[in-house]
């Protein structure tokens, strides 16, 4: 399994160059919750795929994503479904897939750079776990700033490296 993971991980890799040498599509201030569920979840998704057992718990971090998944399923689905419409709309040259492709190479280069990577995703899964299907899009958002994978349209910003999130620091002052 981990020989599967290390050989999808490599071939998601090598797409970087030609995925990233498109600028993203910018986002209106209503479309950005609905960026960063992607985002988060391509997130979750990266680290259920790269991080496995967190030390001191005794499931995987693929087990707390699935249920992720499954609790949220419905507002996934329908999030993609915006998103596709945002990009066919808006995204010029660069599709929901090619976004995609952009989101998980970010978060890999992200896992391989950042130690706290999977320590932070299992935080921010169990606080996701505890939010309702409404809030899901809100929660996703909080405390993220608009960067080159998630722009703000009107505004040009630097990228911003993937910041511990807030959902991760609150979980730790409890």
Request: aromatic letters at 6%; charged letters at 20%; hydrophobic letters at 45%.
């Amino acid at each position: 399994m981990r020989k599967f993971l290390s050989v999808s991980a490599t071939v998601l890799l090598l797409g970087i160059g030609q995925a990233q040498a498109s600028t993203v599509a910018c986002f209106q201030a209503a479309d950005v919750k609905e960026a960063q569920l992607r985002r988060m979840q391509q997130e979750f998704t990266v680290a259920a795929l790269s991080c496995g057992v967190v030390k001191a718990q005794r499931d995987a971090i693929a087990d707390r994503y699935n249920r992720f998944v499954d609790r949220f399923s419905d507002v996934l689905r329908a999030n993609a479904q915006i998103l596709q419409v945002h990009f066919a709309q808006h995204g010029g040259t660069n599709s929901f897939d090619s976004w995609m492709t952009k989101l998980a190479n970010a978060a890999s280069e992200d896992v391989a750079t950042n130690p706290d990577y999977c320590r932070n995703a299992w935080l921010n899964l169990d606080a996701a776990l505890l939010i309702t299907p409404d809030n899901i899009a809100a929660f996703a958002a909080n405390g993220h700033v608009p960067d080159d994978l998630v722009p703000l349209c009107g505004l040009h910003r630097p990228r911003a490296k993937t910041v511990t999130s807030a959902h991760a620091q609150a979980s730790n002052k409890d």
